[in-house]
């Protein structure tokens, strides 16, 4: 949505965009909450679609969403110290993984 110059409407996991997470605490989210209209920052269908509709009809409003950067302040933290978020996903993914022996590489 972003990419394509859209406002995306989220109604997943709440602690991915909302301003509040499940618990109904702060929390620390993948989206900036002010990119996006999550479904679960409104009471009820009526009062997100309601809106929906007052951001459709104010430029100056959909422009706000627009202006805000698309991820938390947390993963703009993160990614900052470029190396450190690197070698960070690099040990997540290698975790626990068992290097082949080397004369296992040998055909001989």
């Known amino acids: 949505a972003f ?3 859209c406002l995306p409407i989220y109604w997943g996991d709440p602690n991915v965009a909302s ?3 499940a618990t109904g605490e ?3 989210f993948d989206f900036n909450p002010g990119a996006v209209i999550s ?3 409104f009471d ?3 009062e997100l679609i309601a809106h929906i509709a007052a951001v ?3 430029p100056s409003l959909f422009d706000a969403y627009m202006r805000q950067p698309i991820l938390s302040d947390a993963w ?3 990614l900052k110290d470029w190396q450190a978020f690197r070698q960070e996903l690099t040990d997540r ?4 993984a068992v290097r082949a022996p080397a004369d296992a590489d040998s055909h001989a």
Not at 93 to 96: L, P, R, T, V
């Open 3 to 5: 990419a394509a110059g």
């Open 26 to 28: 702060a929390g620390c």
């Open 19 to 21: 301003s509040q997470t």
């Open 39 to 41: 479904a679960h920052d």
């Open 56 to 58: 459709d009809g104010d």
């Open 76 to 78: 703009y933290r993160r």
């Open 44 to 46: 009820s269908w009526e």
């Open 93 to 96: 993914i290698f975790d626990g």
